[in-house]
């Protein structure tokens, strides 16, 4: 075998000057079983360059990377309309706001009353007409709300 | 799947046309990382960002520059993020290799392994990283010079003392007999 000729590609190697095409040729050579004493030296090198090129990623690895990709791929969930929404909660916490408040200013007044000594009949009148207070009060109770509700939904259409 | 635009890639010319390169990614993010499953990490990674923005895969006029680029900024990113060199030699060497009935593999396969990959590990990253992309990859100088985003002059001068470096020291351990 012509060794001269991979001596000349192998300086040209080492300089930086070799074209890939030689760098292949190189490695076929010291990678064979052909190789005299004096070249022995480099063989490592060039082994290890056609090991380096056998090291592959797992089989699994595309199966894995398509299937990742894929989900990727799910069109993106839509933005909810999140203001009409709270709009409504906002509404229902009003309400039950207003109810709280009846109930406050009830509990006041009926805190007031003076505790007597009274005929069943005064006691049925008495007990009449707190009945009448709570359902007035309630009543406004419910105007405020419906108020506040009818302010939301104008609210809402402008911002529709 | 959704095309939005028609020009833009399918998973199908995904597969065909770019996933081929990932054992080139692969190796040259190995030789970075030092660790098989962070540079498989690295892989995907750079696969899922392509495929992200493959509306504009037309820009680029060299795709697998382009990847092998994303790979070797993430690769440095995950080697300094962790604050260690890539100097694990062994590590890496339980991926099947395809051409295991080689007897070269069973035999000499240890030492040279060792010894080789010690020197080009010693080397200064750029020239590892030109050496890596020519030597194991096949790559033109064009190509590294774009990959690294060197100068063509720089390829070569990190090439030739990359070489000038591991011939010195391939002499050196021979004559000692090592």
Known sequence: MDYNNIRK????????????????QLRDFFTGSDVPEDLKAYQPLFQFFQMEQDKNLNGDFDQRLIKQLESSEKPKATVRKLPYYLMRVAAAALLLLSIYFVNEQWDQKTNDVVVEEMTPEEAYEQTKAALLLVSAKLTKGTDVANDGMSKMNKATRVIK | MSNRHEDEMSLED???????IKNKLFRFSLRIVGNVAEAEDVVQEVFIKVWNKRSDLANYSNV???CMTLTKNLSIDKLRSKH????SFREGFDVPTTKSENPYHQTAYNDTF?????LLNDLPEKQRMVMQLRDIEGLAYQEIADTLNISLQQVKVNLFRARQQIRVQLVNSESYGL
């Not at chain 2, 260690?84 to 100097?87: I, Q, S, T, Y």
């Open chain 1, 9 to 24: 590609l192998l300086d040209k190697y080492w300089e930086g000057e070799s074209t890939i095409i030689e760098e292949t």
């Open chain 2, 14 to 20: 995904f597969t065909h046309l770019i996933l081929p």
């Open chain 2, 64 to 66: 697998e520059a382009w």
């Open chain 2, 84 to 87: 260690r060199r890539a100097d």
């Open chain 2, 114 to 118: 060792d010894r080789v990959q010690k």
